[in-house]
């Protein structure tokens, strides 16, 4: 399987969503595992507006995100001077950074990051 473009990675996660919506709001058994693939197959490019302004919104990264990233960062540089380094691993650090980043801004509710910033902006934790 060849790497997919993040467009269709996004567009195929919001189709099977809307796939997986749909199916509960008609209250029908839910299909197998192969027919919803077989759906997000066939309709995943009807998406690739909704992936890329996904994608467009992710542009501008937030502080606490920046941190978290520059922490896994920190921690990774430890980890590769201690047994040598390569490009190879520089990768694998990139992509820890960018797991992390997402994972976190995945926990974070809406509103969140702003009202902790204008905490902190006033003095606050």
């Known amino acids: 399987m060849s790497e997919m473009a993040m467009v269709e990675i996004v567009a195929r ?20 595992e192969e027919r919803i693939q077989a759906s997000v197959n066939h309709a995943w490019p009807d998406f690739g507006d909704e992936a890329r302004a996904a994608i467009a919104a992710m542009r501008v990264v937030p502080y606490s995100l920046l941190t978290v990233g ?10 590769l001077r201690a047994c040598g380094y390569d490009a190879e691993m520089r990768t694998a650090t990139l992509q820890a950074q960018w797991e992390a980043m997402i994972d976190a801004a995945l926990r974070e509710s809406p509103g969140e990051p702003q009202a902790r910033q204008e905490r902190q902006e006033r003095g606050g934790a």
């Open 13 to 32: 996660a919001l189709c099977r969503r809307r796939i997986e919506w749909n199916r509960r709001q008609d209250e029908k058994p839910f299909p197998s």
């Open 70 to 79: 520059r922490d896994v960062a920190y921690a990774r540089e430890r980890e």
